[in-house]
């Protein structure tokens, strides 16, 4: 038996096999249904998120025999021909090898004949931002006024390459990249038919990997599949792709965080001779040092980072050393691109050796000041009552008479003026200070102003 790769194999057949692609699969499947479909349409996206898949689900659905609410059936002879591709009236065209205007003429003249078989005759043009433009001019008549009972389906992945005579023509649908969780469960479903062991981890770095695309997602747990023991793990995932797992990618950034260089550095040349992508890894360190970051200063990550838990560990260094480091690896990131990537991660390291170093500012605000400390003797009452006071209350706490009693100094004080020091003067109530109030004609006999 031949081999199938998972990609083929599990290409959807009907709109509730898509994955994602909600827009695109609603729109589709009510203009069916209500027999609005339009004569032209321009599905735009990345690579390998189902645009020629949902093409030809509709391209089913526009000939089925036993259309049911807009799902093709699947199984009547229009059905399987157009899955065999032998249906005379969907045709597929791949813009990038007939992109000429010959090839668009021909196109045309087939266009002007009635369906020979289906209902509806249906042109697939994939990768439509090849064609020439003469190719493009060719086709515009066509689009405009279309013969009854045709569609063309542009399928790209420039949508900014398509000039803008075809877009107004056309009704836009835009395919997203898929969210890494819907990979996932994707992946999960082809290992369950499969009856392949994984590591919920590996697809996961399977997920991360694809960036969106979800025949790579397919491709690449097929090949993992085939490698080593059939058991898909992290370890079998992040060699073949060359890149490394989250986990990982934190430990190097501890490494960096605690200065320790020689480990780093270690870290990093095994990873190049082991031939792993450089520049992937610090993409990753970049991710993972952002969500580092985000976890240490918002009250609820979860909304921006998927699993703040695994962050904990880092909350110990301070934000500034944090930042400090994003900026390092943004830096070799840059210089990357004008020198040996590996030279520039290197030296990325090398300067963070002084990350540890880094004091939050916090602490430099409220803790001791580090300054160079004259022998320490203690401090006076005089001088310590003029920390304490405004310059004005201490003038006339000076200039007040005063006498000791009982271990502590009474300042005799006229009302007014202690009524306007009141709040400073009860700051010395602890210095054993006591105040003695007299109002303003009392004399005060037999006291000195200099007793401190
Ligand atoms: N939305 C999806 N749901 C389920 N499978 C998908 C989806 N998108 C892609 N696939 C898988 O990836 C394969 C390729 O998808 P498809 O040919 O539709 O991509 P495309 O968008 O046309 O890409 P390209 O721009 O490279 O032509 C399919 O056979 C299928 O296995
Ligand atoms: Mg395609
Ligand atoms: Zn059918």
Redesign the pocket.
Known sequence: MTYVP???????RFFR?????EVAVRVLKNAVSLGKVSHAYL?A????????????ILSKALNCLNLKEGEPCGECENCREIERGSFPDVVEMDAASNRGIDDIRALKEAVSYTPIKGKHKVYII??AHMLTKEAFNALLKTLEEPPPRTTFIL???EYDKIPPTILSRCQRII?GR?EEEKIIS?LESICEKEGIDYEPKALKLIAKASEG??????SLLDQASLYGDGKVTAQVIEGFLGILGEEKVREFIKLLLDSEADKALGFLNDLYKKGYNLSKFWELVEEELRNVILCKSMKDPSTLVENPKAYKEFNAYPLEALLYLENLINRGKLEAKVRTPLRAYELAVIKSLIVKEIVPLSKILTGPIPVQKEEEKPKSLEDKVKDLLSPLAFKAFKDAPKERKDGKLVVKIEETVFESFKAEFEKLKGEGVEFEVYKKKEEKKGTTTSLF
């Open positions: 998972f990609a083929r194999k599990y290409r959807p096999e898509v994955v994602g692609q599905f996206g990345p690579r390998g998120v189902g645009k020629t898949t949902i093409a030809r994939d990768e399928c790209t992945t395919f898929l994707y695309c979800l025949r790579d997602a397919a």
